[in-house]
């Protein structure tokens, strides 16, 4: 079945430092991705998404590349901010769509 | 303003005492879910419902159910709950079923099963 694999966290970094948190996937077909963000006592916000391969994702300055190759989408943002402070779920949409399979989510903090 | 609204948003109950968990969206979707968060786990569907009348089990359905009388409302009925549904439950809609549509969840509801 399909499936999501993100690194584990919880991950803290220094305010303007790089960020990469790195997703993987299993999946039949040609599944579309996601990134969602959860800010603390709110419910999921979608981030960013791609839906074909070599699709790149952008949003308030996070980005990540659908990569059929790798299985992968990794997310990325060039200098974090002490707001961006949340976990993040990477997730994936079956050929359905009914369903989004989430990855366990990524704890991040970002300190001044 | 578009969303999708829960409630209550905090309960504590005790085991076997039947509860609901209502959700409600206002952006006319068809499709509507339930997922529960569990540490380390991340979110699990429970069932998900294509429109009204029309409903089907997620990954982790036991101990649940639910209905869709109505477009906007797709509530979560514990019949008989127990502890180890203790966790942090979000309801989520999107316009279609479509693999690339997005969902808007809930703001979630804590529930604690004593």
């Known amino acids: 079945g399909n499936s999501v694999t993100q690194m584990e966290g919880p991950v803290t970094l220094s305010e303007e430092a790089f960020l990469t948190i790195n997703c993987t996937y299993t999946?039949?077909?040609?599944?579309?991705l996601f990134w969602y963000v959860q800010y603390p006592g709110e419910g999921l916000q979608l981030l960013l998404k791609a839906t074909k391969a070599d699709d790149k994702g952008s949003n308030k300055g996070f980005e990540a590349t659908y990569r059929k190759e790798t299985t992968s989408f990794h997310l990325e943002k060039g200098s974090v901010q002490v707001s961006d402070s949340a976990v993040y779920f990477c997730?994936?949409?079956?050929?359905?769509?009914?369903?989004?399979?989430f990855g366990k989510g990524t704890s991040l903090l970002v300190t001044p | 303003e578009a969303q999708v609204t829960q409630n209550p948003r905090y309960l504590i109950t005790v085991t076997g005492k039947k509860l609901t968990v209502t959700c409600s969206q206002n952006m006319n979707h068809e499709y509507m879910s339930w997922y529960r968060q569990d540490p380390g786990l991340g979110l699990r569907q429970i069932y998900y419902?294509?429109?009204?009348?029309?409903?089907d089990k997620g990954d982790v359905p036991e101990g649940y159910k639910v209905s869709r009388k109505e477009k906007r409302n797709f509530p979560l009925i514990l019949e008989s709950p127990s502890p180890n549904q203790t966790s942090l439950y979000f309801c989520?809609?999107?316009?279609?079923?479509?693999?690339?549509?997005?969902?808007?969840f809930g703001p979630g509801t804590r529930l604690t099963v004593t």
């Open positions: 419902s294509m429109n009204v009348e029309v409903t």
């Open positions: 997730a994936l949409s079956s050929n359905s769509g009914y369903a989004l399979n």
């Open positions: 989520a809609s999107s316009l279609r079923e479509g693999r690339a549509n997005e969902q808007y």
């Open positions: 999946a039949t077909g040609y599944p579309s």
